[in-house]
């Protein structure tokens, strides 16, 4: 089964960078290069949103319009990680972060439908963005 675990949060100012994480840690048929893995934010007091998603084997990638430009998602394989690449960071980037699986395509689906076709959710890092 697929477990994952997400690091690479903390405190960072305005304009900043920072990495995140997710490893499957789980003794799992696939690695996590078999399926769609998204990553998703939530803010205290709102819905959790999509942020980026990568496809099987890098087949494509989805990002939001308020990170595009700003992050890139990539995996490596050798790790089983797929990172989060967040630059020029903004307040409004502040949240927990969390990275969770889905069909090998099913990153196509993450605009229309967001975290609900998402599962094995890791237990997220907190990104705090302030001055």
């Known amino acids: 089964q697929v477990q994952l675990v997400e690091s690479g949060g903390g405190l960072v100012e305005p304009g900043g960078s920072l990495k995140l994480s997710c490893v499957n840690t789980?003794?799992?048929?696939?690695?996590?290069?078999?399926?769609?893995v998204g990553w998703f934010r939530q803010a205290p007091g709102k819905d959790r949103e999509a942020v980026a998603g990568?496809?099987?084997?890098?087949?494509?990638?989805y990002y939001a319009d308020s990170v595009k430009g700003r992050c890139t998602i990539s995996r490596d394989n050798t790790k089983d990680t797929v990172s989060l690449q967040m630059d020029d960071l903004k307040l409004e980037d502040t949240g927990t972060y969390y990275c969770a699986i889905a069909g090998p395509s099913t990153y196509l689906a993450m605009e229309r439908q967001g975290p609900a076709v998402f599962h094995d959710w890791g237990q997220g890092t907190q990104v705090i963005v302030s001055s």
């Open positions: 789980g003794q799992s048929f696939h690695s996590l290069d078999y399926y769609s």
């Open positions: 990568i496809g099987h084997s890098n087949s494509g990638t």
